[in-house]
């Protein structure tokens, strides 16, 4: 699995959460993890129908977003690849902060009632995607939030760590199918 953080910003509107966005964005092929910052304003590209129905449109000054794609077209397993990405990102932080308050509840993660992350996890007709947003900054968006800026923790910093412990994850479960043989 390939990953990549950008050096330019890119603001997210949600039309980069397609198929092969590594690929046209970054020349990145197969199974990938991309990172970037920049602000956040999805109305028209709604995935999350509820939300979608709802009005409750996803908007913020300044996110780090990661985009993650793997080439098959499980939504199930990609909702459970999105849920242990997020534990990943509460895991880095922890470590970085020593702040034990944060909580991944479902698919975001939160500490207190103040929400950190947006993610959703979708499909397409040749692979899985998933996107997770963290606030850097508490700005520009439409609910209390937490942000990264209050943390103390550099987003650059922690998209190469959470994008290096997030292929290590991948990696170790591929080996562990590979090393154990069927039951009958």
Do not use: W
Not at 101 to 123: C, E, I, S
Request: proline share 2%.
């Amino acid at each position: 699995m390939k990953n990549k953080l950008a050096s330019r910003k890119i603001d997210y509107d949600g039309s980069q959460l397609r198929s092969h966005f590594a690929l046209d964005a970054f020349g990145i092929t197969g199974d990938s993890i991309v990172s970037f910052i920049g602000a956040c304003a999805v109305k028209e590209h709604m995935v999350d129908i509820e939300d979608s129905r709802k009005k409750e449109f996803i908007y913020s000054d300044s996110m780090l977003h990661f985009i993650i794609e793997h080439f098959d077209a499980d939504l199930e397993k990609n909702i459970l690849r999105k849920r242990l990405f997020l534990s990943v990102v509460m895991e880095e932080i922890h470590k970085k902060t020593r702040i034990s308050r944060l909580r991944r509840v479902g698919n975001g993660l939160y500490d207190g009632n103040k929400k950190l992350t947006v993610a959703v996890a979708t499909v397409s007709p040749v692979s899985s995607l998933i996107h997770v947003g963290l606030n850097i900054l508490r700005t520009g968006a439409p609910i209390p939030v937490a942000c990264l800026k209050d943390y103390g923790v550099d987003p650059r910093k922690l998209a190469l760590e959470v994008m290096g412990k997030y292929c290590e994850e991948i990696s170790s479960v591929y080996i562990s199918k590979a090393k154990v043989k069927s039951v009958s």
